[in-house]
């Protein structure tokens, strides 16, 4: 059953169901008659009729019960009794002031939360980084595999899929964080490094300012930036208090 469920084809499906069959059937009239049911919607269930969608390797409503789950437990607390006019409070007010809470505590390296592994680009190291080739196609790249170094899968970082079994429907995977790795490229697969340079992005999310010294951002055992960084912390810092000036007049 894990074999007709987990096959990357159709037509290994079918194959693992032709051999599902010859094992079980005649034995047990039950079990044939249940999984014919199953096997009529097998379009719903089967992986293989999933490697196109862009799905983030997402095969249940997790995401949704997640969302959910914050808005009834953390955003109004598992209370049930409100009108129109809280629940538009609670949203507007309550809701920002959670996921500010959330981003600044990823900006001071204290999220509170265990994040899951597969956001910190888990097995690049693994993946020769000499051997990455980029295409004619902007943000597209050759990686080659692990296991077959003759064999190269094809990224696209800008929409976040790998042609690899794992990434073609947009999940992370090892050649995606190998590709971001090297060339120093953020994807949406994967959370940013906790730089200096990302930690003020968070911040400046979250508040709409920077803090006016960037040693504040820095590690205790930080060199110097690059200019580069230097130039995104004073965009970022202009955009911070234009923002605020434009707010005050609108006040």
Not at 74 to 80: A, E, G, M, P
Not at 239 to 248: H, N, Q
Request: aromatic content about 14%; hydrophobic content about 35%; charged content about 20%.
């Amino acid at each position: 059953m894990k074999k007709i469920l987990y096959a990357q084809s159709e037509s290994e499906m079918n194959s693992n169901y032709n051999e599902f069959k010859q094992m079980f059937y005649q034995q047990y009239p039950l079990l044939q008659r249940h999984f014919e049911l199953l096997w009529e919607r097998r379009c719903f269930w089967a992986l293989s009729f999933r490697s196109n969608l862009p799905i983030r390797g997402n095969n249940t409503n997790n995401y949704v019960e997640r969302s959910f789950g914050i808005l009834k437990d953390i955003i109004f607390s598992r209370t049930q009794a409100f009108n129109s006019v809280q629940v538009f409070h609670f949203i507007t007010e309550s809701m920002e002031r959670f996921y500010k809470r959330r981003l600044l505590g990823i900006a001071h390296k204290h999220p509170g939360q265990t994040i899951a592994k597969r956001f910190f680009c888990p097995g690049w190291e693994t993946v020769d980084e000499n051997f990455i080739q980029r295409t004619t196609v902007e943000n597209e790249y050759l990686v080659p595999s692990t296991k077959d170094p003759a064999h190269f899968y094809i990224v696209n970082n800008a929409i976040g899929v790998c042609s690899c079994p794992v990434g073609m429907t947009g999940a992370p995977c090892k050649h995606q964080g190998a590709v971001s790795m090297k060339f120093h490229i953020t994807s949406l697969n994967f959370i940013p490094s906790f730089t200096p340079n990302d930690r003020m992005v968070f911040t400046y999310i979250a508040l709409g300012y920077v803090a006016k010294e960037n040693s504040f951002y820095a590690s205790l055992h930080a060199g110097l930036l690059s200019p580069q960084v230097q130039n995104l912390q004073t965009n970022l810092r202009e955009e911070s208090i234009d923002i605020s000036s434009s707010m005050a007049k609108w006040k």
